[in-house]
């Protein structure tokens, strides 16, 4: 009895070792089949769009009054009054300030009472010369008398045209006694305060005042472009586009109004001018901005954003994602590259998916894993040794 009792305990002992043996085995392939199963990379991807794409030139500009005056007085005196805020907007003819008056207003009576003083001793001699010429027709008046008396007439008409001009002159330095706005503009700092005695001589003058609405843009292309340039200007008016020096906001749009008369051979440029309403006032004289002229449309153009387009070692590449979430590398050539994104001649069709981020990790037949577009900190920085790097 106690030998079959030892008999089955040695038989359940080696149908469980047996058992450890087969689940040990299983467990084995099935860490095996998961090591050896890829798992996806995670990247962020885009669809390519289709849409119409402005082609453009750009050059950096300046910012520039279309008139920009210095208020300075045309006559001495005292400053009496400063009529504007400094910063503000003015109309053409809007006092700005004013210089006392008085010393002006006493040389226009002056004139003014020589002009009366003169017209009654000019229509004295009229009447008398009207008196002389019948006499002098019977012989009751000499000759010489006549011609005397017509002289003097002569001579009081001319004098009353020199008094006319005298007035004409005084009214015109009381006038300048009244500093106002040559144009529509913006005041700057005032340069002189009430009390002082200004000149016209002094070099700072009163205020200056620059015109903003509208405003022009002078900037610089390439000589090389000049041709083009002149043939988009021949066939109508070429739109222009002010973006911020680091060319992420849209300032303002305008048109194109010259290529300057001559180029500068020292650097291969020519300066041309553009005009832009600046109604809401986003460009100001004197300040840096990128310009884009607009030379013509490509409709339904196709873009991407520029970190799709990496530089492989036979030129541009771009990671397509397939159907099967799965990468294959297509060699694309772009045409030019703006605010972000790149214009594609060849190699990608409307609707297909490129990887934007994560390509550093992919190969032909790469698994990925579509990440949130809305969350690029979930995939690592792609490589930047090309960013950039579009024509």
């Known amino acids: ?22 689940a040990c085995s299983r467990s ?24 119409d794409v402005p082609i453009v030139l750009t050059g950096l500009g300046t910012v520039t009054a279309l008139n920009k005056a210095t208020v300075r007085s045309q006559v001495t005196g005292l400053l009496i009054s400063v009529d504007f805020q400094e910063g503000r907007s003015v109309k053409k003819g809007d006092l700005l300030a004013q210089i006392d008056p008085r010393t002006y207003q006493a040389q226009l009576d002056q004139a003014e009472a020589a002009l009366g003083r003169d017209q009654a001793h000019l229509a004295n001699a009229q009447v008398n010369l009207s008196r002389y010429e019948p006499l002098a027709k019977t012989g009751a008046v000499s000759a010489e008398l006549l011609a005397g008396q017509q002289s003097a007439v002569a001579e009081l008409q001319n004098t009353v045209k020199a008094d006319q001009a005298a007035i004409d002159n005084a009214k015109a330095e009381l006038s300048y006694t009244s500093l106002v706005a040559p144009f529509d503009g913006v005041t700057g700092i005032r340069l002189v305060d009430v009390g002082n005695i200004i000149h016209p001589t002094d070099t700072s003058g009163l205020v200056v005042v620059t015109q903003v609405e509208p405003i022009s843009v002078i900037f610089t292309l390439a000589t090389t472009n000049i041709p083009a340039v002149q043939d988009a200007l021949a066939a109508g008016p070429v739109a222009t586009i002010a973006f911020s020096q680091d060319d992420k906001t849209q300032l303002d749009t305008g048109q194109l109004l010259l290529v300057d008369n001559e180029a500068d051979p020292s650097s291969g440029t020519v300066r041309l001018k553009a005009l832009f309403p600046n109604r809401q006032r986003r460009l100001w004289p004197g300040t840096f901005v990128n310009v884009e002229v607009v030379m013509s449309t490509r409709h339904d153009g196709l873009t991407v954003p520029l970190d799709a387009v990496q530089q492989g070692p036979q030129g541009q590449i771009a990671f397509v994602v397939g159907q099967d979430h799965k990468v294959s590398i297509r060699p694309v050539i772009t045409r030019r590259s703006l605010h972000g994104e790149a214009l594609v001649d060849k190699g990608l069709s409307a609707g297909e998916t490129v990887v934007v981020r994560g390509q550093y990790r992919l190969s032909p037949g790469t698994l990925v894993a579509l990440g949130d577009l809305n969350d690029p900190d979930a995939v690592p920085n792609p490589s930047t040794a090309t960013s950039g790097m579009l024509p």
């Open 1 to 22: 009895m106690r030998r079959r009792w030892a008999g089955f305990a040695l038989t359940g002992a080696a149908i469980a070792l047996l058992g450890g043996i087969v």
């Open 28 to 51: 084995d392939r099935d860490q095996a089949r998961q090591a050896a199963a890829p798992q996806p990379v995670p990247v962020i991807a885009v669809t390519v769009q289709q849409h």
